[in-house]
């Protein structure tokens, strides 16, 4: 993970969108960190979330419904 990392928090109901999000950003050079696609085999989902929150310079919320209730978002 590179130190210019743009951290993706969405619900998962809006996972469809907030991989959408993380392309278009992407084409726009702004790398990003996004579950489930960059945590690896194995390795504990929430820690690799949390150590990526850590390690990212910046983060985008996807705001909906279901984040505003997601007790994983808040």
């Not at 590179?2 to 999000?21: E, G, I, K, P």
Request: proline share 1%; with cysteine; charged share 15%.
């Amino acid at each position: 993970m590179t130190s210019a990392t743009t951290f993706v928090s969405y619900a998962s109901q809006d996972a469809f969108h907030a991989t959408r999000l993380s392309e278009f950003l992407e084409q726009h050079k702004v790398v990003c960190w996004i579950a489930p696609r960059d945590i690896a085999l194995g390795q504990n989902y929430g820690e690799a979330i949390v150590r990526a929150i850590y390690h990212c310079r910046c983060m985008v919320v996807l705001l909906s419904e279901h984040s505003n209730q997601s007790k994983h978002v808040a």
